[in-house]
């Protein structure tokens, strides 16, 4: 009976062991309980299928040893199998918790992310969106799951996606920008919609990425515009340029051809060609002078040193005054010059720059009008809310007109062609994109209106201040 109170007592031992706060349950120790009661129960059957006399003495144990040694080695081998079946399951457990860390890891960077991410499917319903929605529309994710995203978004970003959808159902990724007003503000949006194929190539759903793209639009509105403006800087030096080596240089041919013919052979000339002579001189000093004085005011405009000197001015002696000056050059093209103005046209402006736009629109007109032509200047109060607030100045020819195609590069630097008028005069193109800038300083705009063979209307506004 000794041996059974041996095996007796090392199960005793057992649970002993399991209520020390030194071995924790766990699958090895489970296994190694159930090892060790199995041999035990083996040991038992043993001893009572043998014959043996008492207990076992000390001299005689070691031959009985292995009674006891079948529940050790059993429960030897279940904490094995334990240990092995612990670490798989330990293995699991691990990954499933690696999967759930992952999972709430991707969440707090997707919604944390300055970007709208949702997952919709073919039926287009929102089925996941990230807390970015809530903060940029002010809805909670519970009002934007399950619903449509026409219901959600707004009618120009939903005809977008219906315009692009059917790429996306194709298996295409699809781009497309679109706008809406997000706090308070319109925002530009650029929306990407990847689709979700499963293992036959067939759309599951959509995953929808919309960045606020509204600081990179501003920032290429702002390259562009200065872009714009070093091509017209560009423009502005190319045509000083052509100015000074073309325009500048001919009429200086004419008055040192003519001059040095009056010089050479003055005693033999008869009195014709002499007067002739001085007439071409006259009109080449005037023509000069006339560049250069615009070509002085224009570079002061370009340099922004063209102050505007507002004053009470008459406008129908200021026109009266341009008449006069170019009485000369209306009676060799035989073009009536006439004015409908009246003295009740007074208005507080700048006088020098209106002076000069009255000037430079009539030159163009007598210009290209042709022989026997007429000329004509009148102006004509625009009001608003009961007040006069502008002053339309018109000046009409019956001349060549302008084609539709050049009109609107009138006024664009580098772009603006001379051509020669009627009785072949050269000009720089200047004059009218000069009128422009002082009409613009002055507060007021300038139009033209024009049709090919029957004559030109430019009129320009003056703020009645």
């Not at 001299?59 to 009674?67: D, K, N």
């Not at 990724?173 to 503000?185: A, I, Q, Y």
């Not at 007109?365 to 102006?379: D, E, I, P, R």
């Amino acid at each position: 009976m000794g041996k059974i109170s041996m095996i007796l007592a090392g199960m005793a031992l057992v649970p002993k062991l399991y209520t020390r706060r030194i071995i924790k349950i766990h699958p090895n120790y489970l296994f190694s309980l159930v090892g060790f009661g199995i041999g035990s129960f083996i040991s038992l059957t043993i001893i009572f299928a043998e014959e043996f006399n008492g207990d076992v003495s000390v001299s005689s144990g070691h031959s009985q040893i292995h009674h006891l040694t079948i529940p050790v080695l059993f429960g030897l081998f279940g904490m094995f199998f334990g240990y092995v079946y612990g670490r798989k399951s330990q293995t699991k457990e691990e990954a499933f918790q690696e999967i759930f860390d992952n999972h709430q890891t991707l969440n707090l960077i997707l919604d944390h992310l300055p970007l709208l991410i949702s997952y919709l499917d073919t039926d287009l319903r929102y089925r996941y969106v990230n807390k970015t929605y809530e903060k940029w529309m002010g809805l909670s994710l519970n009002d934007i799951y399950g619903r449509l995203v026409k219901d959600i978004v707004v009618e120009n970003t939903y005809e977008a996606l219906i315009q692009n959808i059917h790429k996306a159902k194709q298996g295409k990724t699809v781009t497309f920008d679109t706008s809406r007003e997000l706090n308070g503000s319109n925002r530009f949006l650029h929306v990407t919609l990847i689709p979700h194929l499963d293992e036959n190539r067939s759309v599951k759903g959509f995953l929808s990425v919309v960045a606020d793209v509204t600081q990179l639009r501003k920032r290429e509105n702002k390259i562009r515009i200065q872009k714009d403006k070093l091509e017209e800087l560009n423009a502005s030096k190319d045509l000083f340029f052509s100015i000074i080596s073309h325009d500048l240089k001919n009429p200086f041919n004419s008055l040192l051809g003519f001059s040095e013919l009056l010089h050479d052979d003055f005693d033999t000339l008869d009195e014709a060609i002499k007067k002739e002579c001085a007439g071409h001189i006259y009109e080449s000093a005037r023509n000069t002078y006339e560049l250069l004085e615009n070509l002085l005011a224009w570079s002061r405009a370009q340099r922004g040193k063209l102050d505007y000197n507002p004053s009470l001015v008459n406008l129908k002696i200021l026109v009266d005054e341009n008449l006069r000056l170019l009485l000369l050059s209306s009676w060799q093209k035989n073009i009536r010059l006439q004015s409908e103005l009246g003295e009740d046209f007074r208005i507080t402006t700048d006088r020098e720059l209106v002076n000069t736009v009255i000037r430079n629109l009539l030159t163009n007109a007598l210009k290209f009008t042709s022989k026997g032509g007429l000329v004509n200047v009148s102006a004509r109060w625009i009001s608003k809310n009961r007040a006069h607030d502008f002053l339309e100045v018109s000046v009409t020819d019956n001349g060549l007109g302008i084609a539709p195609g050049k009109l609107n590069q009138l006024f664009k630097i580098g772009r603006s062609e001379s051509t020669e008028g009627t009785e072949g005069e050269s000009g720089t193109g200047l004059g009218l994109m000069l009128c422009k800038e002082f009409v613009e300083i002055c507060g007021g705009e300038i139009i033209v209106e024009s049709e090919p063979g029957k004559g030109s209307i430019v009129k320009f506004t003056l703020p009645n201040k």
